[in-house]
T-cell receptor
Framework: SQTIHQWPATLVQPVGSPLSLECTVE??????LYWYRQAAGRGLQLLFY??????ISSEVPQNLSASRPQDRQFILSSKKLLLSDSGFYLC?????????????FGPGTRLLVL | TQLLEQSPQFLSIQEGENLTVYCNSS?????LQWYRQEPGEGPVLLVT???GGEVKKLKRLTFQFGDARKDSSLHITAAQPGDTGLYLC???????????WGAGTKLIIKP
């Protein structure tokens, strides 16, 4: 069966510090991968998605970036965090070859920028 | 920008009552999914509806996809405190890797 991992679960960072959130998927090959941000109790904002190694599409201009160095690894980064980067970050995967069908989510990372 | 409007945004009812959550769009979707999310966790898929007019039941939850595949509803019968959570709908389009997400319905069931 497939599993998706995210870490860390919680992160408190000062403004201006760098960020690296990691997501890995097990049990599938060449998945589509997604990074979302969610405000408390609200819907999901798509940040990045990837359909293959090194292929990243950005949905929202911001000081965040994403990379996919390996097939099942997706990293969300920032060189300098802003207060507005605080939120709940979710990684998700879906089957390769399909349109945006079912997405399976990781447990999320709660980021607080102070 | 394609929108999927979800309503109500917030609902607080007593245990045993019925409720319906709606997702509406002016665009056609190839499928529509409903997720449930608990605080501090990722969303978990409840159901996917694909065919116009399709009705799916999951215990006390009934999901319906509109005939034109532009809207969907989630009906909960005899709500229980365990149904409390954030319910999200998401629409899929053919040949597109993105889901269009509703803003979510925060549901609280009071014992």
């Amino acid at each position: 069966s497939q599993t998706i991992h995210q870490w860390p679960a919680t992160l408190v960072q000062p403004v201006g510090s760098p960020l690296s959130l990691e997501c890995t998927v097990e049990g599938t090959s060449n998945p589509n991968l997604y990074w979302y941000r969610q405000a408390a109790g609200r819907g999901l904002q798509l940040l990045f998605y990837s359909v293959g190694i090194g292929q990243i599409s950005s949905e929202v201009p911001q000081n965040l970036s994403a990379s996919r160095p390996q097939d099942r690894q997706f990293i969300l980064s920032s060189k300098k965090l802003l207060l507005s980067d605080s939120g709940f970050y979710l990684c998700a995967w879906s089957e390769v070859g399909l349109a945006a069908e079912t997405q399976y989510f990781g447990p999320g990372t709660r980021l607080l920028v102070l | 920008t394609q929108l999927l409007e979800q309503s109500p945004q917030f609902l607080s009812i007593q245990e045993g009552e019925n409720l319906t959550v709606y997702c509406n769009s002016s665009s056609v979707f190839s499928s529509l999914q409903w997720y449930r999310q608990e605080p501090g966790e990722g969303p978990v898929l409840l159901v996917t509806v694909v065919t116009g007019g399709e009705v799916k039941k999951l215990k006390r939850l009934t999901f319906q996809f509109g005939d034109a595949r532009k809207d969907s509803s989630l009906h909960i019968t005899a709500a229980q405190p365990g149904d409390t959570g954030l319910y999200l709908c998401a629409g899929a389009r053919v040949s597109n890797y993105q889901l269009i997400w509703g803003a979510g319905t925060k549901l609280i069931i009071k014992p």
